[in-house]
């Protein structure tokens, strides 16, 4: 492991996680966005099948890594080093949810880039509101 590494830190994480499973749904509806974006997490999604802290923890920093563009303020998400004893302290299940927040910014940073981006935009919409989790306001912001 890296003497430092860097974790995703969410100024509310249940919103982040709501918002995240919201557009994978809003994307799954629009068939090329969504395997393009199936595409690209796919190594999360067997690195969580392992249930392996560290290889869970080595694709994580692969992520961070190559797809900065993903780790957005705007998101509610923004990186900070951490060190050794952060991963040893940091459990299976909080890694986990980490990447699976990943796969939600896959999925967003590919529904922003596609044709179909007012239809997923509208179905999200319609998802954060049922959800009863995010005000009108912040659903508008979130869709800027």
């Known amino acids: 492991m890296e003497q430092y590494a860097q974790n995703i830190m969410c100024t509310d994480?249940?919103?982040v996680i709501t918002y995240c499973k919201n557009i994978i749904k809003a994307v799954e509806k629009t068939r090329?966005?969504?395997?393009?974006s199936k595409l690209k997490s796919r190594k999360i999604k067997d690195a969580l099948q392992t249930k392996d802290k560290q290889t869970m923890w080595n694709v994580l920093q692969e992520y961070i890594h190559k797809h900065?563009?993903?780790f957005t303020m705007?998101?509610?998400v923004q990186l900070r080093r951490v060190d050794e004893d952060f991963y040893r302290n940091?459990?299976?299940k909080d890694v986990a949810r980490q990447l699976e927040i990943v796969i939600g910014l896959i999925y967003l940073n590919e529904a922003k880039h596609c044709v179909?981006?007012?239809?997923i935009k509208a179905c999200f919409k319609k998802l954060l509101k049922q959800s009863?989790?995010?005000?009108?306001?912040?659903i508008e912001v979130l869709l800027l």
């Open 74 to 76: 705007a998101n509610g």
């Open 32 to 36: 090329d966005v969504a395997a393009q």
């Open 116 to 119: 179909a981006k007012e239809t």
């Open 90 to 92: 940091v459990s299976e």
């Open 132 to 138: 009863g989790v995010f005000s009108e306001h912040e």
């Open 13 to 15: 994480e249940e919103k």
């Open 68 to 70: 900065p563009e993903l």
